[in-house]
């Protein structure tokens, strides 16, 4: 069983190498392998998963060099669950950007671009989660960057590469801190080893270990959004294709805080930094979701509950008990999931409507009922109202910070409270404006919508006319508007029926949501083992050195 944890890595690369080699041809060819591949990491990662629980954790040294000279990889039951979650939402975005493409006529870019990219991203997440090693976490956060640089500018209009470059600066700027922080760390340990750093770093005199800490945090800060280091994610992320958005929402942000788990409960056990944890957590929930409600634009809206619900997770990880690691856990997991569907359903809203900006949708219960079905569930999700898996989550958490005592625990059980409160406020907000109330004048059309003022029309249309109408019968764009579902980021096709794997997915998304919580129970029951291993470091030590 060892031998196929490496699988989920080299899977994805391989396929690339084919992908590339391939080119643009062959399109049906191209999009069943790299569904098929996405699939079997899928299968993989549940046998993984299932593994672990039975048996503790699995680790595998490539090449056969020992610690500290050979890359090590381990899944133990966080990594499995963590695996099993972004495979399967991976897929389900693969599925809804063949739709896209499809229903867009706009099949050469997504075969020849987005896929080989795509893929990539899958490999460097799956790195991440069974790095077994600091180098070996760097190297996943590089794949991923290179591949979501690609995936951000893809189409390469003005929006996207301006945000594009300010995510690759920030991405930069903390690969720099990281390798700092390795090299730091090899300095005083003489490894990079996780199952060796467990043990040599209680070694090293404390205010180094705490100045170690606090360097690795900042790293897994900036790629959570945690506030105050979040600023860069609501100007990225709304301006790529819907797939892209989704997927980053779900995943990117939840390698860092998987990194933030794994490092605190096996590097900096008893961490010296807890309070400043616990400060940036409740600035997350409350700051992010105040952010939410000023926003119109439902992308926008997005953004800031992603970074005020990271909140949740790093609360968890600051109080560093079972029952928070737990909770933050099943946390993680359910926000995957259910951040993921709501960016999908965005960008339906967006083909269905024309824009994502509130002010100017209306009428979709009515006109697209099922659309308005496929937000209703997961908005409930988030908004954690029982019995759904976000209560479930959120209960858990509570419950920790109550059992804690603390000030700052109570305050954050406090400032989790409140955030719930404003996230159904928000959630009821986006539901009036965009389904609940009548259509404003002109929202009923169909054809081609540009992107935004910048974009030229084709035709003999006059300027000034094309800039506010669109190229066909679209409705009327501001200049710099984020209203761009499309691959290239020129224009979008908007339709009364929605493409069927586009709404298939979805519902596929929305329906693990749920699945959460029909499994609650045994979800639960996984979580809390998963917590009670990590705690203990002694079951991942000796998986990976054998003692």
Same mark, same amino acid.
């Given at each position: 069983m060892n031998a196929l944890v490496p699988l989920p890595v080299l899977l994805p690369l391989c396929v690339t190498g084919l992908k590339l080699a391939i080119g643009p041809r062959l399109q049906r060819f191209q999009r069943f392998i790299t569904l098929a591949v996405l699939g079997a990491v899928l299968?993989?990662?549940?046998?993984?998963?299932?593994?672990?629980?039975?048996?503790?954790?699995?680790?595998?040294?490539?090449?056969?060099?020992?610690?500290?000279?050979?890359?090590?990889?381990?899944?133990?039951?966080?990594?499995?669950?963590?695996?099993?979650?972004?495979?399967?939402?991976?897929?389900?975005?693969?599925?809804?950007?063949?739709?896209?493409?499809?229903?867009?006529?706009?099949?050469?870019?997504?075969?020849?671009?987005?896929?080989?990219?795509?893929?990539?991203?899958?490999?460097? +997440?799956?790195?991440?989660? &069974? @790095? %077994?090693? !600091?180098?070996?976490?760097? /190297? #996943?956060?590089?794949?991923? *960057?290179? $591949?979501?640089?690609?995936?951000?500018?893809?189409?390469?209009?003005?929006?996207?590469?301006?945000?594009?470059?300010?995510?690759?600066?920030?991405?930069?700027?903390?690969?720099?801190?990281?390798?700092?922080?390795?090299?730091?760390?090899?300095?005083?340990?003489?490894? +990079?080893?996780?199952?060796? &750093? @467990? %043990?040599? !770093?209680?070694?090293?005199? /404390? #205010?180094?270990?705490?100045? *170690?800490? $606090?360097?690795?945090?900042?790293?897994?800060?900036?790629?959570?959004?945690?506030?105050?280091?979040?600023?860069?994610?609501?100007?990225?992320?709304?301006?790529?294709?819907?797939?892209?958005?989704?997927?980053?929402?779900?995943?990117?942000?939840?390698?860092?805080?998987?990194?933030?788990?794994?490092?605190?409960?096996?590097?900096?056990?008893?961490h010296r930094l807890g309070d400043v944890l616990m400060l940036a957590a409740l600035a997350s929930m409350v700051i992010g979701i105040l952010g939410a409600v000023a926003q119109t634009d439902l992308k926008r809206v997005l953004s800031f509950t992603l970074i005020s619900h990271i909140g949740y997770m790093v609360f968890g990880i600051a109080l560093a008990g079972r029952g928070s690691i737990a909770g933050a856990i099943v946390y993680v997991a359910h926000h995957i999931t259910v951040q993921t569907t709501l960016f999908l359903v965005a960008g339906l809203i967006e083909r269905r409507g024309g824009t994502t900006e509130l002010t100017r949708l209306g009428g979709l219960a009515k006109t697209a009922p099922l659309l308005a079905v496929l937000f209703f569930v997961p908005a409930l999700n988030l908004a954690g109202i029982p019995p759904l898996s976000g209560f479930i989550g959120k209960l858990g958490l509570m419950r920790a910070g109550v059992d804690n005592g603390g000030g700052w625990a109570w305050a954050l059980v406090a400032g989790s409270a409140a955030t719930s409160l404003l996230t159904l406020y928000v959630m009821a907000k986006v539901w009036n404006l965009a389904f609940w109330r009548d259509a404003p004048p002109g929202a009923e059309s169909e054809g081609r919508v540009l992107e935004s003022a910048e974009e030229e029309p084709d035709g003999d249309e006059d300027d000034e006319d094309a800039a506010a109408t669109g190229s066909g019968s679209g409705l009327p764009v501001p200049a710099g508007a984020v209203v761009s579902a499309g691959f290239l980021g020129q224009s979008i096709t908007t339709t009364r029926r929605l493409p069927w794997p586009m709404l298939v997915a979805t519902g596929a998304a929305v329906s693990l949501g749920l699945l959460y919580t029909v499994l609650g129970g045994p979800l639960t029951t996984f979580t809390e083992a998963a917590a009670t291993e990590l705690l203990a470091r002694t079951p991942y030590i000796e998986a990976v050195l054998g003692r």
């Open positions: 299968v993989l990662s549940v046998c993984l998963m299932v593994a672990a629980d039975r048996h503790g954790p699995l680790s595998v040294h490539l090449g056969d060099f020992a610690p500290p000279v050979g890359i090590t990889l381990v899944a133990d039951r966080l990594a499995g669950l963590m695996l099993t979650v972004s495979s399967a939402v991976t897929l389900l975005v693969n599925l809804y950007s063949l739709g896209q493409g499809m229903a867009d006529r706009d099949d050469r870019t997504p075969v020849g671009v987005f896929h080989p990219a795509y893929l990539i991203l899958v490999a460097g +997440v799956s790195c991440t989660f &069974l @790095a %077994g090693d !600091l180098v070996n976490l760097y /190297v #996943g956060f590089e794949i991923m *960057l290179v $591949a979501s640089f690609v995936l951000l500018t893809i189409g390469g209009t003005a929006t996207r590469i301006r945000a594009g470059s300010t995510y690759v600066i920030i991405s930069l700027f903390s690969s720099v801190l990281f390798l700092v922080a390795i090299a730091m760390t090899y300095s005083v340990a003489g490894t +990079v080893n996780f199952a060796q &750093l @467990a %043990g040599r !770093l209680q070694e090293v005199p /404390v #205010g180094v270990r705490t100045l *170690l800490e $606090a360097m690795l945090l900042t790293v897994f800060a900036i790629k959570a959004a945690v506030f105050p280091l979040a600023a860069w994610l609501p100007d990225s992320y709304p301006t790529a294709p819907a797939p892209v958005t989704a997927v980053f929402a779900g995943l990117l942000t939840k390698v860092g805080v998987y990194s933030m788990l794994r490092t605190q409960t096996l590097l900096f056990p008893g």
